[in-house]
């Protein structure tokens, strides 16, 4: 069973960095041929993704917010990271970490709450 858990402040100011990290037990992020993902979903839209980082190291990012994120790993913590910066309030959003393979996302964190306010 593979498990991953979302940390981080519900309450990032616009303007700053949104900051989360995701713990991942059960499986090593180095290994195998998966990517470990970022996935958002505002209040009452669709899931969006992020981005992700191979097992190798390799980073993804969606076109539409590769100015404005970072994903990267504590390999020593088996954790990865998200860092979108600028933030405004249509960044608030439910961000889920995720292991993909082949196209899908199999297993999920159980979200996080974000907000963007002042």
């Known amino acids: 069973q593979v498990l991953l858990q979302e940390s981080g402040p519900g309450l990032v100011n616009p303007s700053q960095t949104l900051s989360l990290t995701c713990t991942v037990s059960g499986a090593s992020i180095t290994s195998g041929a998966y990517g470990w993902n970022w996935i958002r979903q505002p209040p009452g839209k669709g899931p969006e993704w992020l981005g992700c980082i191979g097992s190798g190291g390799r980073t993804y990012y969606s076109p539409s917010l590769e100015s404005r994120t970072s994903v990267s790993r504590d390999t020593s913590k088996n954790q990865f990271s998200l860092q979108l910066r600028s933030v405004t309030p249509e960044d608030t959003a439910v961000y889920y970490c995720?292991?993909?393979?082949?196209?899908?996302?199999?297993?999920w964190g159980q979200g996080t709450l974000v907000t963007v306010s002042s």
């Open positions: 995720g292991r993909g393979v082949s196209g899908y996302v199999d297993f």
